[in-house]
């Protein structure tokens, strides 16, 4: 049986996701980033004792269907914007269809109903929060940055950049204090 599970984001999600369901006496066969795979089906009443133990932790136990698949969605982009090395090398849209096995209009419209707002807004504020990490840390120039996000340019970058948060990624690295947001608050 599978359970997908909203707000899944990092490694340490995993980690702590998979001591709780241990913890409750069941052992997952596998935990990935919005998904646990159980060896058996578990009862309704199973579900609420998982469900209020993953709500202390900020994770949701979902049913719907539909915010399943957005869910989906937003694990496979942070997936690839924040721990894949590679460089995309087909669209995001083609991507997306063969990770989720989904025609991308049936996903894209889906998302757009749970979570109000475009794969593609999504999928550039990922890349814009990966961008001010990267900055953060000061090891990358800006166009190192924009190869390993995957952009055309640095000047695409920093339009992009600047349209989101309304400042250049220079005065982003210049500041004094970091606005960097957690992966599931974006």
Same mark, same amino acid.
């Given at each position: ?57 900020g994770?949701? %136990?979902?049913?719907?269907?539909? /915010?399943?698949? !957005? $869910? @989906? &969605? *937003?694990?496979?982009?942070?997936? +690839? ?6 460089? %995309?090398?087909?669209?995001?849209? /083609?991507?997306? !269809? $063969? @990770? &989720? *096995?989904?025609?991308?209009?049936? +996903? ?15 999928f550039?504020? @990922? ?5 001010k ?52 608050e974006?």
């Amino acid at each position: 049986m599978n359970l997908h599970i909203k707000n899944m984001v990092c490694n340490r999600c995993k980690m702590v996701v998979k001591a709780e369901l241990e913890k409750l006496g069941f052992n997952p066969i596998s935990v990935e980033l919005g998904e646990v795979s159980l060896a058996n089906t578990i009862s309704a009443d199973d579900k609420i004792r998982i469900a209020k133990k993953l709500n202390q932790f900020g994770f949701e %136990l979902l049913e719907d269907r539909k /915010t399943q698949i !957005a $869910e @989906q &969605i *937003k694990t496979t982009i942070i997936n +690839l914007v924040h721990y894949t090395k590679e460089p %995309l090398k087909f669209n995001l849209s /083609t991507y997306l !269809a $063969e @990770q &989720i *096995k989904l025609e991308y209009a049936q +996903l894209s419209a889906i998302f757009s109903e749970v979570e109000h707002q475009t794969i593609e807004k999504y999928f550039i504020a @990922q890349k814009i929060e990966k961008a001010k990490e990267m900055l953060t840390y000061g090891e990358l120039t800006l166009s190192e940055i924009a190869y390993q996000l995957n952009y055309s340019s640095v000047a695409h970058l920093s339009s992009q950049f600047k349209k989101v948060l309304g400042i250049t990624p220079s005065a982003y690295k210049n500041q004094a204090f970091d606005k960097r947001k957690t992966l599931d608050e974006i």
